[in-house]
C-alpha cells in the first residue's frame, strides 16, 4: 500500500496544496498549528470513511468556504487508484474511487489501508473498556463488512430495547412480549460479534507480545474479555430472558457486547493498575505495530503507517525498535524537530508552514 500524491481544497488550513509521497519514509515538520495533522487526517479518511478527530464532517471545511476536496493517488496490489473525497458543505462527505461512486463505507475501507499512531494510543492501555472496544471495532470493521452490517443491526435493536426499557420501567411493568424480539435480535448479533472479536484478540495478542518482548523483553498477554459469558446464540437469548427483571429495574440495558473489555497483562500484572508510564507506552506502541502485522497478515499488504508526534515521546530503545520496523514500509511521520532523527535514512523531507507544504530534502 503506498500514497503517492495528495490534493488538499480548501481542507483544513489548505487552500490548494498538492503533495508527492517517497514510498518510504516522509516526514513532515513545523512549528504547532501548521497543519501537520491536517495532512494525515486526510489520509486517514479514506482508510476509516471518516476522520480521526473531527466530530462532524463540515469542521474539515475551511473556515469561510462552502466545500471541500480531497484526492488521493495511491498504489494497492500492483494496482493504481485516485479516490476523491468531497464534503459538499451541507453536512455530507462522498466518496468516488476511479470515478466510481462508493456509497458503502465498508466497499470504501476495503480499497485502502492506514493505521495511525498517535499519543492518544496511551488511552488503550490506560483508558476505559471504551476505548478498547472503539479499537477492536475500527480494526475489524475495516476488514470484515459482515462485523460492520453485525455491529449496525446490534445497535440499532440496542437503542429501540433502551427506549423500551424506559417505557417499561415509567410504566411499572415486568415484562413485555416485545422485550423478547430484542433480545433475539441482540442474540444473534453478539454470537457473531463475539466470534470476530474473540479472533481478532487472540491474532493481535500474539503479534503483540512478540513486539514486547523485542523491546524490553516482557511478557505481555492480551484477552477478550466477553461481558456475556454465553456464545452461542440460544445461550445468550437464555441469559438476557432471565435477566430482564433488572434490565426493567435499572431501565437500560445491563448486558451485551458494549460492555467487552481486553485484558492488559505485563509480566502478570494488570497493565492498567500496576505498570509504569514506560511500559505502558511500550505496551500502546505494540498494539498498533499488531494491528499494522494484523491487517498485513489478512491482506498480504502493509498498511501506510501515520505515525503523529509520536517519535518524540518515545525513549531511544523504543524509538530504535519502531525505526527499524518502519524501514520497508511507506511511513508518514509528522514532527517539530528532525533533531530527534539520529538518522534520517533518504527520508523525504516536508515543511509545513501555515497551510502550506515545501518540499526541503533529503
Ligand atoms: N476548517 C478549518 N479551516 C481553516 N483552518 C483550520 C480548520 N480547521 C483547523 N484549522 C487550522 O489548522 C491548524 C491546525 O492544524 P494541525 O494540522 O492540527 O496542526 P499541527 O501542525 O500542529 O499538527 C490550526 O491553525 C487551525 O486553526
Ligand atoms: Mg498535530
Not at 452490517?149 to 424506559?166: G, V
Not at 440495558?253 to 502478570?268: A, H, L, P, T, V
Request: proline share 2%; charged share 30%; aromatic share 10%.
Amino acid at each position: 500500500m503506498r500514497v503517492k500524491n495528495l490534493t488538499l481544497r480548501n481542507f483544513r488550513n489548505y487552500r490548494e496544496q498538492s503533495i508527492s509521497f517517497s514510498p518510504a519514509t516522509n516526514i513532515i515538520c513545523g512549528n504547532n498549528a501548521n497543519g501537520k495533522t491536517n495532512i494525515l487526517e486526510a489520509i486517514y479518511i479514506f482508510g476509516y470513511g471518516k476522520s480521526c478527530r473531527a466530530k462532524s464532517d463540515d469542521e474539515m471545511i475551511r473556515f469561510g468556504c462552502g466545500s471541500s476536496w480531497v484526492t488521493m493517488e495511491f498504489e494497492s496490489g500492483g494496482r493504481e487508484f485516485t479516490a476523491v473525497m468531497n464534503l459538499s458543505g451541507d453536512g455530507r462527505k462522498s466518496f468516488t474511487v476511479n470515478n466510481i461512486p462508493v456509497k458503502r463505507l465498508s466497499r470504501l475501507m476495503s480499497y485502502f489501508h492506514a493505521v495511525l499512531f498517535s499519543p492518544d494510543d496511551l488511552t488503550l492501555v490506560k483508558g476505559s473498556p471504551s476505548a478498547r472496544r472503539r479499537f477492536m471495532d475500527a480494526a475489524i470493521c475495516r476488514l470484515y463488512p459482515n462485523y460492520f452490517s453485525a455491529l449496525s443491526e446490534y445497535q440499532k435493536a440496542a437503542s429501540e430495547k433502551n427506549i423500551l426499557l424506559k417505557q417499561l420501567k415509567k410504566a411499572g411493568k415486568k415484562s413485555d412480549e416485545y422485550l423478547s424480539v430484542w433480545n433475539e435480535q441482540l442474540a444473534a448479533s453478539a454470537e457473531r460479534i463475539m466470534e470476530y472479536r474473540r479472533s481478532f484478540v487472540s491474532e493481535l495478542a500474539g503479534f503483540a507480545a512478540k513486539i514486547q518482548k523485542d523491546i524490553s523483553s516482557e511478557e505481555l498477554k492480551t484477552a477478550y474479555e466477553p461481558s456475556l459469558k454465553q456464545d452461542d446464540k440460544e445461550s445468550i437469548l437464555a441469559f438476557l430472558e432471565e435477566n430482564q427483571r433488572r434490565e426493567i429495574e435499572a431501565a437500560s440495558m445491563r448486558y451485551g457486547i458494549q460492555r467487552d473489555d481486553i485484558s492488559i497483562f505485563i509480566s502478570d500484572r494488570d497493565a492498567r493498575l500496576f505498570a509504569s508510564q514506560g511500559q505502558q507506552r511500550t505496551a500502546a506502541l505494540a498494539f498498533k505495530i499488531a494491528e499494522a502485522d494484523y491487517v498485513f497478515s489478512k491482506t498480504e499488504e502493509y498498511p501506510v503507517l501515520l505515525l503523529d508526534d509520536i517519535l518524540s515521546e518515545l525513549d531511544i530503545e523504543r524509538r530504535k525498535y519502531l525505526w527499524e520496523r518502519i524501514l520497508d514500509k511507506q511511513v508518514m511521520i509528522t514532527c517539530t524537530d528532525t533533531d530527534i532523527f539520529e538518522n534520517r535514512r533518504g527520508a523525504k523531507l516536508f515543511t509545513v508552514n501555515s497551510g502550506t507544504v515545501t518540499v526541503s530534502g533529503p
